[in-house]
Nanobody
Framework: HVQLVESGGGSVQAGGSLRLSCSPSGYGHITKCMGWFRQAPGKEREGVAAIYTGDSRTVYYADSVKGRFAISADNAENTVYLQMNSLKPEETAMYYC???????????????????WGQGTQVTVS
């Protein structure tokens, strides 16, 4: 069982940057397939970025964030990061970290591909 803890959210002006972090609590470890999702009030949860931590080079991004967001993993630190630059007001949402503990995902940016979720960290862009 993987319990994930996100941090790094906050309030920022449009055009600003934030870096989110995700680490398992207790004795857990990040899995091979990790993702970041976001959900705004009244909207469905959407995939933002995903990474295969087995090589930390295989990454996926939603079209809306390509060129502005970067996902990375530090296996030694047992942490996955999401660097968010040039943030827009419409990206205000709760951001969630997710882990897949079984086989490699076929669809990395779909919520159903993940079995473990953090509680989320709020990002507000004004």
């Amino acid at each position: 069982h993987v319990q994930l803890v996100e941090s790094g959210g906050g309030s920022v002006q449009a055009g600003g940057s934030l870096r989110l972090s995700c680490s398992p609590s207790g004795y857990g470890h990040i899995t091979k397939c990790m993702g970041w999702f976001r959900q705004a009030p009244g909207k469905e949860r959407e995939g933002v970025a995903a990474i295969y931590t087995g090589d930390s080079r295989t990454v996926y991004y939603a079209d809306s964030v390509k060129g502005r967001f970067a996902i990375s993993a530090d296996n030694a630190e047992n942490t996955v990061y999401l660097q968010m630059n040039s943030l827009k007001p419409e990206e205000t949402a709760m951001y969630y970290c997710a882990a897949r503990a079984s086989s490699r995902w076929a669809v990395p940016l779909t919520p159903v591909s993940y079995g473990y979720w953090g509680q989320g960290t709020q990002v507000t862009v004004s």
